[in-house]
């Protein structure tokens, strides 16, 4: 099978679960990112060129699934996936704790580059508050799914190589 339309169909699958099932389990209206999540598994395991691709492809999904501008998500989605594609031959892809720290930074970092970009947009809201009441329901939602999502990104990557 190619590579290209089984990453397809784990985006696809990846936005309907986070849409319905994911969106179903929330705390204050936060949900997990299950996008995210698959972005920084893909490209810790395949590296920026992937990272960024796959970044691309989440982000417009997310954008188009959620009605906010186009181009936010894109664009801290593609940020995600280069810098820890960047990582790709640095770390030991099996490590239990690879997953868990790198989704928290990337949770961390997603929210602050989409935070200045509605800042940039002209947006005004508390940036403290949104980030405390926001970001620590997001991390612990990530934080849950890291492990075994980056497991399945980990068998799909195997299979694939095959």
Do not use: C
């Not at 698959?38 to 490209?43: A, C, G, K, Q």
Request: no cysteine; glycine share 8%.
């Amino acid at each position: 099978m190619k590579p290209g339309i089984v990453w397809s169909a784990v985006l696809i699958i990846s936005i309907i679960l986070q849409s319905t099932l994911l969106a179903e389990i929330n705390y204050n209206g936060i949900h997990a990112d299950l996008l995210l999540t698959v972005v920084v598994s893909s490209s810790l395991l395949l590296g920026k060129k992937h990272g960024v691709v796959i970044g691309f492809f989440a982000g417009l999904l997310q954008d188009l699934a959620s009605g906010t501008f186009v181009g936010m998500n894109i664009l801290a989605k593609m940020l995600i996936g280069y810098v820890f594609g960047m990582a790709e031959q640095k770390v030991f892809k099996e490590h239990f704790l690879l997953p868990i720290i790198s989704v928290s930074i990337a949770t961390i970092g997603n929210s602050f580059i989409t935070a200045i970009i509605m800042l940039l947009l002209g947006y005004r809201f508390d940036l403290l508050n949104n980030m405390i009441y926001m970001m620590i329901p997001l991390l612990v939602y990530n934080f849950i799914l890291a492990f075994p999502v980056h497991k399945l990104i980990y068998r799909i990557h195997i299979l694939l190589k095959e």
